[in-house]
Structure formats: structure tokens, C-alpha cells
């Protein structure tokens, strides 16, 4: 989370393609007071440097956590793309007419529907 506010501190240059190559960006908006309020009063772990020490009863932990989790979760989805995005991706990676069959021949077995199947009925 250090990391992308610290690339979000641009203030007021534009975002250049090769800052972008340096990661993820983390904005917060002006409509969230609670989160720029609370960003300056999380204060390290002495134990665990790379996290945020625990003090039960802040709202700043509680905005922190949350800002930390939905950064999480926006730059590690559980989701795929869709499967025609995923099939146009596959389709595009190459040039190569026969290497371009083998890409989508693959890409069909590894994305069939599977069909789950029952074992044999016990008595």
C-alpha cells in the first residue's frame, strides 16, 4: 500500500507510461475524509515492520484495513475476464497461422465446460 500512494504522488504531473511500468497507483479521492485523516496516523509495527500496529478502538485501523483489503483485492482478482476476452486474447498472441491453431486448440481443451460425473451407486 506504501508503495502505490507513493506512486500516486505525482501532484498534479501527468502519469508518464514509464512511471506507470513502476506499479500500481493508489488515489484517494477527496469524497473519503476519513481515509485521508486516518493514512498519516497508521504507524509501523516494531515487530512487523511491513505491517501496521494494532491498537483496538481507532477508527484509523479500522479505515486502514479496509483501504488495504480492497487494494488487495482489486490488484489480485479472484476473477477471470470473460471467456470471448480470454478467447480473442489467446487468438491475438501470435501471428503464425499454425501456432495460432495450436494457441486455440489448447485454449479449448483447457476451457470445455467440465462435466462432473457421479461414482458408482453404493448399496
Do not use: H
Amino acid at each position: 500500500m506504501y508503495n502505490c500512494l507513493r506512486q500516486a504522488n505525482l501532484r498534479g504531473d501527468t502519469l508518464s507510461v514509464e512511471r506507470s511500468k513502476q506499479g500500481p497507483a493508489f488515489f484517494v479521492s477527496a469524497e473519503c475524509p476519513n481515509a485521508i485523516d486516518c493514512i498519516p496516523m497508521a504507524v509501523r509495527d516494531e515487530d512487523e515492520p511491513e505491517d501496521v500496529a494494532r491498537v483496538d478502538g481507532v477508527l484509523w485501523e479500522d479505515v486502514t484495513d479496509m483501504m488495504r483489503y480492497g487494494l488487495k483485492s482489486f490488484l489480485m482478482p479472484k476473477n477471470k475476464p470473460p471467456l470471448a476476452v480470454r478467447q480473442l486474447e489467446a487468438y491475438n498472441s501470435t501471428d503464425d497461422p499454425t501456432a495460432r491453431a495450436l494457441v486455440m486448440r489448447k485454449f479449448e481443451i483447457e476451457n470445455r465446460p467440465r462435466i462432473l460425473t457421479r461414482g458408482p451407486r453404493r448399496r
